[in-house]
């Protein structure tokens, strides 16, 4: 899909997105660099009223911003924003809070390279995978 129906496909998981029954609901992107997983978390934060510019954390590893109480119904107070691309383990996560986010249902969490860290990925994880398709078109799965 190009990027204008990816923008529809976030809208779609977003309207469609069911809170896990216990933590926080938690999104794991997978593929490849370029495939879309910054530029889909984007999206979704700028569908969710986030007016901040969503940088890629690749180098701060996390951010949070803050969710109107008028989106999604509001089930979450906190978009979270990782990219565990540099991390080598679970462990690396953990020094930075992660047991604490994930154990709190009010965090949306988006994690690019979740891969990285499997080890600490918690159970009831949805992913959708990326690819790369050509220049301007990207593959989508979601499971
Ligand atoms: N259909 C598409 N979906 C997502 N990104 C696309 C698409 N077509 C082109 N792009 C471009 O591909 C790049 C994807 O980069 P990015 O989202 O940072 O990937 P990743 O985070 O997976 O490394 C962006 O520059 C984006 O503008
Ligand atoms: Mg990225």
Not at 27 to 36: C, F, K, P, V
Not at 64 to 85: C, M, Q, R, T
Not at 130 to 140: A, L, S, V
Request: aromatic share 8%; net charge negative; charged share 25%.
């Amino acid at each position: 899909m190009n990027i204008q129906e990816m923008k529809a496909f976030a809208a779609k998981f977003l309207e469609e997105l069911t809170p896990a029954s216990v933590g926080a609901t938690v999104i794991g992107l997978r593929g490849e660099l370029g495939a879309g997983k910054t530029t889909f978390t984007q999206t979704c934060a700028h569908l969710l009223g986030i007016t901040e510019n969503i940088t890629s954390p690749t180098f701060v590893i996390l951010k949070k911003y803050e969710l109107s109480e008028k989106v999604l119904g509001g089930k979450f107070s906190f978009l979270i924003h990782i990219d565990a691309y540099r991390l080598k383990g679970g462990k690396e996560l953990n020094v930075i809070g992660w047991q604490e986010v994930i154990a709190d249902s009010k965090n949306l969490v988006m994690i690019e390279w979740p891969e990285q860290v499997s080890d600490v990925m918690p159970e009831n994880t949805r992913y959708i995978d990326f690819k790369h398709i050509d220049e301007t078109n990207r593959g989508i799965v979601s499971k």
